[in-house]
């Protein structure tokens, strides 16, 4: 699952993801409310979100997110680059930090674990 706020962000992160993953179903949504609404019949394995998303924030959204289906692993990608974010991330219990402008790569390669 994607959450992206930005439309041109989340299309293109999509699109990538998309043919990264051939055979994996992705999920884009804008909103962390949409994500969740989602979640909770798809139960996501992964969730690839912007920390600093409009209404909820992306902890926030872990939060929820966790009481729903507490396997998804979350990556942060984020243009937060405050060292307390990356933290609170960690402590949180999130998989990765990216930072934005991540490299897709980069970004691939992670999920790459994570989907192992």
Request: aromatic share 6%; net charge negative; charged share 25%.
């Amino acid at each position: 699952m994607l959450v992206e706020d930005d439309p041109d962000t989340r299309f293109v992160l999509e699109q990538r993801l998309a043919s990264a993953f051939t055979g994996v179903r992705i999920i884009a949504a804008e909103s962390a409310e949409d994500a969740l609404e989602l979640a909770a019949s798809v139960k996501p394995t992964a969730v690839v979100l912007d920390l600093g998303l409009v209404g909820m924030d992306g902890f926030e959204f872990a939060r929820r997110l966790r009481a729903v289906s507490a396997m998804t692993a979350m990556v942060a990608l984020t243009g937060d680059t405050r060292p307390e974010s990356h933290a609170r991330a960690a402590r949180e219990g999130f998989a990765a930090f990216l930072v934005k402008p991540a490299g897709l790569d980069d970004l691939i390669a992670v999920l790459q674990r994570l989907l192992r």
